[in-house]
């Protein structure tokens, strides 16, 4: 009786201390209307003859109340409906919405006594929601209950989950993998006093090595494998598959999802994740339950599969929305006038950050990163075993504005106060937890292939082939010696006249003999489409004998693999080398490329799906400058320099990586170690479901549709 009484009466006492809160941030959101509305010209409260105080604040009270309501009630409603749009454009609806909202409740006042201009309107909406939010936030200061269920409506959960073994004993894990930051860069930040919170860490509680990337140096390979244990046959970022016909890329939904689906045909497991797990922000799940912004769910049929449906969570909450729509738009203009800036000083080297670009970084270093952190709060708070959550921030910025500098300097600063953010939150949850950095690749720099040589590796291709090559190639001093020796190669070969474009104006070419080139950072891939099985070099020589010649002679580039029917396969190099894989070591036409570089090669020699001539752009030590096929100052995706070497930061009570002091190479391999580390914490892991057979993987994760080529694929 005595306990019934109790849970009545604090059952009354938590709906008396809400009323309260929603009385409180009512009468403060009614003085911040009658504020806005003396500061600004264009936001009436008044009738067109005038009003008293008394009216008028009875005005604002009617509006105060009526916005209240709408934001609480349509808001979440317009959201979950705009989850058919972009995501992007989502983020940049929010001002307008709110601003809708607002004049849905002026509209509501008696009498008409409320107006204003729609540009004014998305103001007073933002100041407004802004306000309220602060007060409600201030109010619940010491309401613990209030400020856990509002972490946890972020991340879609009612109550916190019952953590098996008791969250004294068992921690879970964190893992947050900061993007395309390499160990380098890492430690120059902490060096320089941008990320206190990891030079905290450094000092005091966990531990920092290096680890070495297969050749595909980037998030598909490296996260397949980290998360899926096998990242085998995936010898890019996008290739060509002979045997489909399908151009892989892995930030595709449909490509990320059937690349997941071998990967657990692979190894007959779901993933890291399976136990527990929540997988945030990342190409793959890992085999986690909880999902939010997970590319590879974004082919499954269904509402609950939206690759969105991370973001109604957050956006459903009009002062996270207001926040980080603020933050974007500062974000976009901050890219403007930094880009403007590297214009300005002439700059070198530099791509083009114009266009849809600004947006786009915004979205990857504002929007992107509230939703994710949002997650993993909710996460934590929920007691959850395992978490592994990607931020692409610096990733993206690096791209335009190279790995190092001012622009990517002020990303890694935004970083560090998410962790120290995480960090916090951690301490209050449910469980203690061990905090696990990593990065997936690190970034190289130097000038495009085009922009150091005039010319595309695609046209370098095409010249080697006597295909046309398009007038708009650029004569700096690079480009004309690789055109020169280009059109060298054709007349000794061929024996014939080729025009200023390296065209053969005798002969017409179809269709069908043009190659597929692709790039993926400063790795490009050449395959020919009419041909069911990987050509060998005597087979390409037959085809254009100019081709292996021109490019393995071209400065930019250093060095191909190709197979050979005499050898199996061989590595070519400047100057006539030629080494046989099966003999291949870190010397000769490897030698620059470091250690471990020849087992690379070698290993993705043997991928089902490796092109029929794998191409690195050359790769100068001293400078560490490599040469992007594609549009990017900062790249990575194939050998040399930073890129290769991401980071792995971990507790200094977790095991060492590798016994020893050896050296961690492979994405698979650091699978193992985060896998051990999962049962140092919290015992095996048995998963949840049983990962499903071969046969039904396709089931398990269907593809909607195949993949549509790229427009300059």
Known sequence: MGDGRWRTDGRWRTAGSALVRVIVVWAVSTLTMLALAGLLPDFQLQSADGDSITRTALTAVWGAGAFGLLTALVWPVVVRALLLVPALVLGLLVFFLNGSLLLIALWLVPDGRGAADPETAVVVAAVMSAVASATSTALAVRDDDAYRRRLYRLADRKRPRAVSGGPETVPGTLFLQLDGVGHRVLRDAVADGLMPTVAEWLDTSHRLTPWRTDWSSQTGASQLGILHGSNEDV??????????????????????????????????????????????????????????????????????????????????????????????????????????????????????????????????????????????????????????????????VAHHSGPHGHDTDRVLARLDRSIALLAKVAEHAPRPYRIVLLSDHGQSAGPTFEGAYGLTLRDLVRAGCGLPVPRRVRRTRSGSEARDAARDALRSVLHRPVDEDGEQPDEQVGEKAEPVVLASGNLGLISFPGVPHRLTREEIDRRHPALLRTL???????????????????????????????????????????????????????????????????????????HAFEEQIGSHGGLGGEQGHPFLLWPVDLSEPVPGGAELVGAEQVHQVLRRWLWECAGPQVPLEISPPTSDAEAFLPVDRPVAPEKNG
């Open 235 to 396: 010898p890019a970022f996008r290739w060509y598959e002979k045997d489909t016909g399908r151009l892989m890329v892995s930030n595709r939904p449909a490509s990320a999802v059937e690349l997941q689906r071998r990967a657990i045909a692979r190894t007959g497991d779901g993933g890291l994740l399976t136990v527990d797990g929540a997988s945030r922000g990342n190409l793959f799940s890992g085999g986690a339950d909880q999902l939010a912004l997970v590319l590879s769910m974004a082919a499954r049929r269904g509402r609950s599969n939206r690759s969105r449906a991370g973001y109604f969570t957050y956006f459903s909450d009009p002062a996270n929305a207001v926040r980080t729509a603020g933050s974007l738009v500062t974000e976009v203009v901050r890219e403007i006038a930094q880009s403007t800036r590297s214009r300005l000083r002439k700059e070198t080297p530099r791509v083009s950050r114009g266009g849809l670009y600004p947006f786009v970084r915004a979205f990857a270093t504002v929007v992107e990163r509230d939703v994710v952190v949002a997650a993993v709060i909710g996460d934590l708070l929920a007691g959850r075993t395992a978490v592994y959550a990607d931020l692409v921030a610096y990733d993206e």
């Open 552 to 626: 393995a002679n071209h400065p930019g580039i250093g060095f191909l693999l190709v197979a050979s029917a005499e050898h199996g396969s061989v590595v070519l190099g400047r100057d006539g080398a030629e080494v046989p894989v099966a003999a291949l070591a870190d010397d000769g036409p490897l030698a620059v490329f470091g250690r471990g570089a020849a087992d690379a090669v070698r290993r993705t020699d043997g991928f089902p799906h490796v092109a029929d001539i794998m191409v690195n752009s050359m790769y100068d030590p001293a400078t560490g400058t490599v």
